[in-house]
């Protein structure tokens, strides 16, 4: 793979990480256009930076919201008082135990999914598309993310393991039809990933399936600082385009790229 490959699928996976478009299923049909050959190891090392570069643009964005957070979950266990942001990290939480357990009963079968597997990601881009022409559709609200809410959505995001199906779409999507504030749920999308992503990380290092021995820092350099900056882009974008209404743009895209993938396997 080119310096070229790295810088496009970096932005590939700052972007769509954040816009409701399917990072996995995106960066399975860049891989597919561009010929990427890279070995399984070798593979998912540059994964794992991608997505750790696309939290980190998360944590910068959202940094004055998760230092109130961890102060207000210090605070309740030391002085054990139940505030508002340590409630929304209960809620953060609740919100991981699904894809947990999904992920961990599921995980080989998802990996099966991956490699080429175009006709399954254009089929999920349709399903996003029809959660997000839905939830641009729902009515304008105030209510907060409850304990059960979060649960629910947290279900949302273990879906979303599949490749073609956006996390960011279907969290924010479940979070509106569930009646959830448009910004609070664009909020709640993008900071409940943030510990699941850097535990994906850990697991992937802990097992010792990344080879470290043939890396081209070059390479994995580059597509990090393409993924951090296109994804702080993304990520300030995605919440102004949800406060106004416009997910349909995105669900239209996804109906054109899903079709195209369709075709483009069978052809």
Same mark, same amino acid.
């Given at each position: 793979?080119?310096?070229?490959?790295? =810088?496009?699928?970096?932005?590939?996976? +700052?972007?769509?990480?954040?816009?409701?478009?399917?990072?996995?299923?995106?960066?399975?049909?860049? /891989?597919?256009?561009?010929?990427?050959?890279?070995?399984?190891?070798?593979?998912?090392?540059?994964?794992?930076?991608?997505?750790?570069?696309?939290?980190?643009?998360?944590?910068?964005?959202?940094?004055?919201?998760?230092?109130?957070?961890?102060?207000?979950?210090?605070?309740?266990?030391?002085?054990?008082?139940?505030?508002?942001?340590?409630?929304?990290?209960?809620?953060?939480?609740?919100?991981?135990?699904?894809?947990?357990?999904? +992920?961990?009963?599921?995980?080989?079968?998802?990996?099966?999914?991956?490699?080429?597997?175009?006709?399954?990601?254009?089929?999920?881009?349709? =399903?996003?598309? =029809?959660?997000?022409?839905?939830?641009?559709?729902?009515?304008?609200?105030? /209510?907060?993310?409850?304990?059960?809410?979060?649960?629910?959505?947290?279900?949302?995001?273990?879906?979303?393991?599949?490749?073609?199906?956006?996390?960011?779409?279907?969290?924010?999507?479940?979070?509106?039809?569930?009646?959830?504030?448009?910004? /609070?749920?664009?909020?709640?999308?993008?900071?409940?990933? =943030?510990?699941?992503?850097?535990?994906?990380?850990?697991?992937?290092?802990?097992?010792?399936?990344?080879?470290?021995?043939?890396?081209?820092?070059?390479?994995?350099?580059?597509?990090?600082?393409?993924?951090?900056?296109?994804?702080?882009?993304?990520?300030?974008?995605?919440?102004?385009?949800? /406060?106004?209404?416009?997910?349909?743009?995105?669900?239209?895209?996804?109906?054109?790229? +899903?079709?195209?993938?369709?075709?483009?396997?069978?052809?």
């Amino acid at each position: 793979m080119e310096i070229f490959d790295a =810088v496009i699928l970096g932005i590939i996976q +700052g972007l769509t990480e954040f816009l409701p478009v399917s990072s996995s299923g995106h960066l399975e049909l860049g /891989k597919a256009i561009l010929g990427s050959h890279a070995m399984p190891k070798e593979s998912l090392l540059f994964t794992v930076v991608l997505h750790f570069a696309t939290a980190l643009s998360t944590i910068v964005i959202f940094r004055k919201d998760i230092f109130e957070i961890l102060g207000g979950l210090y605070n309740a266990v030391a002085t054990r008082r139940w505030t508002e942001e340590a409630k929304f990290s209960a809620k953060i939480i609740v919100s991981m135990i699904p894809a947990v357990i999904i +992920g961990y009963k599921y995980e080989r079968v998802f990996e099966q999914l991956f490699g080429n597997n175009i006709p399954l990601v254009g089929a999920m881009l349709i =399903v996003t598309a =029809v959660l997000l022409f839905l939830a641009d559709r729902a009515k304008k609200t105030h /209510k907060k993310v409850s304990l059960l809410d979060a649960f629910i959505i947290g279900i949302a995001q273990g879906i979303a393991m599949l490749p073609g199906i956006s996390r960011s779409g279907a969290t924010i999507s479940t979070s509106v039809l569930l009646g959830i504030d448009k910004t /609070k749920a664009a909020r709640f999308s993008f900071l409940m990933v =943030v510990p699941l992503i850097f535990g994906k990380i850990a697991k992937d290092i802990l097992a010792g399936e990344i080879d470290y021995t043939s890396t081209n820092f070059t390479f994995l350099s580059v597509g990090f600082v393409a993924a951090f900056i296109s994804g702080l882009f993304a990520c300030t974008w995605m919440i102004k385009l949800v /406060k106004q209404s416009k997910l349909t743009y995105f669900a239209i895209y996804c109906i054109i790229v +899903g079709v195209i993938a369709i075709i483009w396997s069978i052809l």
